[in-house]
């Protein structure tokens, strides 16, 4: 096991008024701490999802870990073949190159803060889905940025079935 020794001499805060908001309704993502405020430690987000909306399609990363902690609500996550239920309160943590996504469950919404570790800059991403979402880029650049990101998508029939 390596150990990763992050540098950074500052305490990191974030105030909320600061914090960078991407999206709203049904999606919206606040930009809390990218990789680089963090000396490399993590990778910061809280992602609020509508009723049963989805936050992200089945994906993995190579070289990180992420951390879904349910602020409120109720989000389903998939871990490998396997969906997770979770509820306000609960921790999930997907390692390295395990496949994963989430959305808020039906008839709820979620409010999630999300963590990747070793951190990934990953701002630039949520302003790429931005920009896709505004019809500016289209679906397909991301398959350009995926090494960037460390966001491999893929296909999951058991993500796909659960709509079912």
């Known amino acids: 096991m390596s150990l990763f020794v992050p540098k950074f001499d500052d305490s990191v805060i974030v105030r909320d008024a600061d914090a960078e908001v991407i999206g709203g309704d049904p999606v919206g993502v606040k930009l809390l701490a990218d990789s680089s405020a963090s000396g490399g430690a993590l990778s910061a987000v809280r992602v609020t999802l509508g009723e049963g909306a989805d936050g992200a399609r089945p994906h993995l990363h190579h070289h990180s870990a992420e951390l879904f902690y349910l602020l409120d609500g109720e989000a389903r996550l998939l871990s490998g073949d396997d969906i997770v239920t979770a509820e306000r309160g609960d921790l999930v943590i997907v390692p390295p190159g395990k496949p994963h996504a989430f959305a808020a469950a039906p008839g709820s919404a979620a409010d999630l803060l999300i963590v990747i570790t070793p951190g990934v800059e990953r701002f630039g991403y949520f302003r790429h889905l931005q ?34």
Not at 138 to 161: I, K
């Open 131 to 164: 920009r896709i979402r505004l019809g500016e880029l289209t679906p397909e650049s991301l398959l350009e940025v995926q090494e960037l990101y460390d966001n491999q998508f893929l296909r999951s029939e058991a993500w796909e079935a659960r709509r079912n």
